[in-house]
């Protein structure tokens, strides 16, 4: 039995007239950390409120451990931890508060549960006393991660636990997951940032509200069959317009000090292009092949 069966799920707003999520199907194994990529707007935060049975589809099917999302809403909402993508713990309760407050509805201790959060909750227990609304955003989204576990669920969902943390944040965030993935704990993250999606088992990217693939994160680069090419001058500026206009290019966008390129033909005259740039006055000339990223297959497949 998968840990999440989503069957055929669309949801619309305003009336039908907003399609959220078109048609979305995929399944996250027991035990596994499941990756939902995609940028702002493309239905995560929707997805997430149906299967933690927030919101309810206009169609399809889900469920959550073997319960049906509609119909045993009590049964999930007692073994699943939902952290949320806006910060929403009682900000006028202290950490300690917070923590047991949630201890509590899901009878549950503190105590019982603590070789769960340990690692996250000796980092915050120093500000234990302080009112969760004075907490950094890395601390708070500690809390949240703490309260979420409190009472070992078996499905943990975390929308976008890292938007707009620190990066060594973020790192240990990481490496806190993969730690409870050994306990047994099955975990759905959803996340802008695609070079997170190599951090989980399997991934789908999600774009508009529609599936575009799911895979490994090996799978999907590996799935990328077009040369790619990292192109690099003097004036980039002048690089992404001359490139863009260059009868042979298929795809051009700037990716980081580089642009990323793709041509109509693998077998494209790279000495003619670089002859071509040196005529346009572009100096320091560089381009190489180079292995996709999963940003590159995104980019790939929204097309």
């Known amino acids: 039995m998968n840990a999440i069966n989503v069957e055929n799920i669309t949801m619309t707003y305003n009336k039908g007239k907003v399609k959220a999520l078109n048609g979305v199907s995929f399944s996250v194994k027991k035990g596994?950390?499941?990756?939902?990529?995609?940028?702002?707007?493309?239905?995560?935060?929707?997805?997430?409120?149906?299967?933690?049975?927030?919101?309810?589809?206009?169609?399809?099917?889900?469920?959550v451990a073997g319960f049906d999302v509609v119909r045993d809403m009590k049964s999930i909402r007692k073994i699943v931890g939902y952290m949320p993508g806006k910060f929403s713990l009682y900000q006028d309760l202290t950490v300690e508060e917070n923590l047991k407050f949630f201890a509590t509805i899901f009878k549950t201790t503190v105590k019982e549960n603590y070789h769960l959060i340990k690692e996250i909750y000796v980092q915050i227990e120093p500000f234990k006393d302080r009112r969760a609304g004075k907490l950094s955003g890395g601390m708070k989204q500690k809390l949240a991660l703490c309260c979420a576990l409190i009472h070992k669920p078996?499905?943990?969902?975390?929308?976008?636990?890292?938007?707009?943390?620190?990066?060594?944040?973020?790192?240990?965030?990481?490496?806190?997951?993969?730690?409870?993935?050994?306990?047994?704990?099955?975990?759905?993250v959803s996340t802008p940032y695609m070079d997170e999606a190599n951090l989980c088992d399997n991934i789908a990217l999600i774009k508009d509200g529609n599936i575009l693939t799911v895979n490994t994160p090996n799978g999907i680069v590996e799935s990328y069959k077009e040369k790619l090419y990292s192109i690099k001058s003097q004036n980039?500026?002048?690089?992404?317009?001359?490139?863009?206009?260059?009868?042979?290019?298929?795809?051009?966008?700037?990716?980081?000090?580089s642009l990323h390129v793709t041509f109509k033909n693998d077998l494209v005259d790279l000495e003619l292009l670089n002859n071509k740039l040196k005529s346009n006055g572009h100096e320091n000339i560089e381009i190489t092949e180079i292995t996709p990223s999963i940003e590159d297959c995104f980019l790939a497949l929204e097309d």
């Not at 995609?38 to 099917?61: H, M, Q, V």
């Not at 943990?156 to 490496?175: H, I, M, N, Q, Y």
């Open 32 to 63: 596994e950390i499941f990756g939902l990529i995609g940028p702002d707007g493309a239905g995560k935060t929707s997805l997430f409120r149906i299967l933690t049975t927030l919101l309810l589809a206009d169609s399809g099917y889900a469920e």
């Open 154 to 188: 078996e499905v943990l969902f975390l929308d976008e636990p890292t938007t707009g943390v620190d990066p060594v944040s973020r790192k240990e965030f990481w490496s806190m997951l993969r730690n409870l993935k050994k306990e047994g704990i099955s975990i759905l």
């Open 236 to 257: 980039m500026y002048q690089l992404i317009l001359d490139l863009r206009s260059y009868e042979e290019t298929k795809k051009c966008f700037a990716f980081g000090e």
